[in-house]
Structures are given as C-alpha cells and as structure tokens.
Nanobody
Framework: QVQLVESGGGLVQAVGSLRLSCAASESIFVFNRWAWYRQAPGKQRELVAAILTGTTNYADSVKGRFTISRDNAKNTVDLQMNSLKPEDTAAYYC?????????WGQGTQVTVSA
C-alpha cells in the first residue's frame, strides 16, 4: 500500500503563491500518473493538474497560474500555485495511479483571502 503525504498548504492573500508537495512511500516510475485534485465545501472534487512522463494537463481555471512537476528520484510531485484567487480555496489532494491502483493523500487545506 503506497502512502502519500502532502505538505505546503496554508493561508495566503490573493495574488500570493503557495507550493504544495506530495511524497510517496515507495518508488514511483516515470509511467505512473500523478495528479492534484481539489474540493471546495459543497462542491465535487475536481482535477486541477496531472502529469504523466513529460505530458501535463490543467483545468482551464488554473492554466497559466499553476504548474505541476515531478521528481522521480525523490518520488514526489509538486504543485506551484501563483496568482492565487479566493476561488482557489479548497482542500487539495494528490493522487497517484500505478497500474490499476489509485492512491490518495490525506489532503491539505489552501485558503486564499481577498
């Protein structure tokens, strides 16, 4: 069972930046898919960004502001969030897909004040 541990959430003012990180408890291979999701109160969980080998994709709402990156040597994935907006406030979750299995982190809260 892969364990995922997230860090980096917190409270930030609008237009500020935060960097989230997620570390896996075992080796992650380049063909395993990492993703970040978020869930705001009363809303469904939504995909924010994903990365598979060198290919990335982003939700339209974060394009140009967020960047997902991975370090296969460290078994980590990061989400750099710039120009944050109050509507980015949510619990953020990392997800790892290895073959037919999917693993989730415990979530980290990001709160953006106006």
């Amino acid at each position: 069972q892969v364990q995922l541990v997230e860090s980096g959430g917190g409270l930030v003012q609008a237009v500020g930046s935060l960097r989230l990180s997620c570390a896996a408890s075992e080796s992650i291979f380049v063909f395993n898919r990492w993703a970040w999701y978020r869930q705001a109160p009363g809303k469904q969980r939504e995909l924010v960004a994903a990365i598979l080998t060198g290919t990335t994709n982003y939700a339209d709402s974060v394009k140009g502001r967020f960047t997902i990156s991975r370090d296969n040597a460290k078994n980590t994935v990061d989400l750099q969030m710039n120009s944050l907006k109050p509507e980015d406030t949510a619990a953020y979750y990392c997800k790892l897909t290895k073959g037919v299995s999917a693993y989730w982190g415990q979530g980290t809260q990001v709160t953006v004040s106006a």
